[in-house]
């Protein structure tokens, strides 16, 4: 739990070293081709299956486009607006935010517990970033960044709630992470196209470290 919470809460920062050199679309777009062909590689070298109906890439590209595309998209637009810090705080709302959907669509039961662990998450991350909202504070861009980081929220909650009913209906995990995250990236490069931006690469070291360290180990 320990290398999954400092791995994945580090990434925040890992993206900062991305968008200085690329735009958002074609960061999103290189990090999750590269996150899903490597998932899926996985996958052959350990014989799951891949094969799967028109229907079930329709919902994986459901998933996979809100998830990893057009929700991370948003992350990284807001982080060229407000601190990496606090973008984590406003995500620390997904799992809350998730949780209300799935009680809303689905039915499932919804504890004080959880509301209450949920709101403690969002305060504990809001916590060690509490000197950030300061500085923020007096920035222009502050809205702007908060507007993107709403709204990754959002999206990113729209691709959970696919994701809990693709593996309800069977799709295996694995398989389904691998085929998201591609989806995600095709997404991320459809916008990056339709914008005509350069899908040009920089002779960065520490931006290639950051797209490794973000898409295999993020």
Request: hydrophobic share 55%; proline share 3%; with cysteine.
């Amino acid at each position: 739990f320990a290398i999954c919470v400092l791995t994945w809460g580090t990434t925040w920062y890992a993206i900062t070293f991305q968008i200085g050199y690329t735009t958002p679309e074609v960061g999103v777009a290189f990090r999750f081709a590269l996150a899903g062909a490597t998932v899926l590689a996985i996958c052959v070298a350990r014989g799951l299956k891949l094969r799967f109906t028109l229907r079930d890439h329709a919902l994986l590209a459901l998933q996979g486009g809100f998830l990893y595309g057009i929700s991370y998209v948003c992350v990284y637009h807001a982080e060229k607006h407000i601190v990496s810090g606090l973008v984590a705080v406003g995500y620390s709302a997904s799992p809350l935010v998730t949780g209300l959907g799935a009680h809303l669509l689905f039915g499932m039961r919804v504890t004080p517990r959880f509301i209450a662990g949920g709101l403690l998450g969002i305060a504990g991350v809001a916590l060690m970033f509490w000197t950030e909202f300061g500085r923020a504070a007096g920035n222009q861009d502050t809205g702007l960044g908060v507007l993107f980081t709403i709204s990754a929220v959002l999206l990113s909650t729209v691709g959970s709630l696919t994701a809990s009913r693709n593996r309800a209906n069977g799709l295996p995990f694995w398989p389904a992470l691998g085929y998201g995250m591609l989806y995600g990236a095709l997404v991320g490069a459809i916008m990056a196209l339709l914008q005509g931006q350069s899908f040009a690469t920089p002779a960065v070291a520490s931006w290639w470290l950051a797209l490794i360290y973000l898409a295999l180990a993020g």
